[in-house]
């Protein structure tokens, strides 16, 4: 349904979009006297990939809503800044009008107490609660049925690889099972390549969750969610582990793969050293040098694949409502403004804003026209595709652990990876950190 045999580079599919009308933005204007006034705090500033379509979404919605509403921006660059900011807000019951983020911030504004119950809002709105998929909000409902904050994406998550260090290496095509990932990263290494960017953090946990899920019964495990996780002991979160252990020790990362900083695994890939990455569709745009600087025409040696897998197939982290955002309004008018703003972000045409300029799905049953699918990003066409045939499909990590365990995973990764504690030890060691 979603093959695509056009090799469009990305800066094309944009600017075919611009010229079908679809990413015009509104001129700016001054606040008009009456209009309700509401704040977005974001981080989607500077070289963050969402910042296009952020622009985009303000300059619209203030223009739809001339003389109704307004969004202002209180921009907080850095994610890490912008989380410490808005936990702060929440103790000190000064959230802004609209947040953004990922599960774990969008979890710890619905443990405040302070952000709005949606429920209401979507089904009061029938056209608008049928426009998404029927898992959309699986990921931000309380066990009580509360919907505490609202998805934009539905990504498909897979590994990007260099065709031409692939070919250097005399691999033939990405590999399908573990093992035929452990001889390519052997034949890559022999090429000269750094054969899998990791950092020990984002990239690494994406693998870890691939390791993990590809496992029999992985899958049901990797999508339990707000309970205590059992690890330890557990069968396919001892072999996925044990399966990221060895990747480190048969020399398939880089050297500095313990930063814990995204930047150390991006750039190794960007810069055309590193063979492959684990990421999302996001990362599309800077793989096509859009407010990235890459190895000159990167672009058009990237294809993106499905996760290797065991002997029954492949594997691919699919989710629905990795970011989303929540309403921290205090009174009915900006409640009832950001409600408007979360109607209007959700809209068929800011949802394929979305897919042009971040190479990104949204949650909602978005019929794509022939033209408007040629004009999308190859390697998200292709991702998407993929997903149709694959054997396992699961989670991330962020979307099942708590921050804490994430966060000791990044302390102690290393102490592991290099062996100096074995998997039980490990695993005991995140279990605790809940």
Known sequence: MLRNPMRLSFRTATAVAIAAGVLAMPATRPALADEVEITWATFWVGTNPLRPWGELLIAGFN??????????????????????????????????????????????????GRVVELTPHIEGDPEWQASFHDDAFDTYRTEAGELYALPYSRDYIGIYYNTDHFADAGIESFPETWEAFFAACAALREAGYVPMANEGNWTTRLMWANMIGTQPGGADWMRQQDTELALAGVEPVVAGTELLRRMNEEGCSNEDAFTGQYATAATLFLQGEASMIANGPWMIPNIMGVNTETAEGLGDRVAYAASPG????????????????????????????????????????????????????????????????????????????????????????????????????????????????DTEEFLEILEDAQ
Not at 88 to 106: F, Q, R, W
Not at 339 to 352: G, H, K, P, V
Not at 399 to 404: A, E, L
């Open 310 to 421: 065991s002997a029954d197939g492949r594997g691919m982290i699919i989710v629905t409502g990795e970011a989303g955002f929540a309403v921290g309004s205090q009174d009915p008018e900006t409640i009832e403004a950001s409600i408007a703003f979360l109607r209007y972000l959700t809209s068929d045409e800011q949802m394929l804003n979305q897919a042009n300029l971040v190479s990104r799905y949204g949650p909602t049953r978005l019929e794509l026209t022939p033209d408007q699918e040629a004009a999308l990003a190859p390697m998200l066409l292709s991702i998407v595709d993929q997903s149709q045939d694959i054997a396992h499909s699961y989670p991330h990590t962020g979307m099942t652990m708590p921050n804490s365990m994430i966060q000791e995973f990044i302390n102690t990764w290393p102490v592991y990876a290099r062996g100096q504690i």
């Open 63 to 112: 223009e739809t809503y001339a003389g109704q509403y307004r969004v202002v921006t209180e921009e907080i660059p850095g994610d890490a800044q912008y989380r410490d900011k808005l936990r702060a807000d929440s103790v000190a019951n000064a959230l802004p009008d609209l947040i953004t983020g990922n599960v774990t911030l969008m979890r710890d504004m619905r443990d405040s």
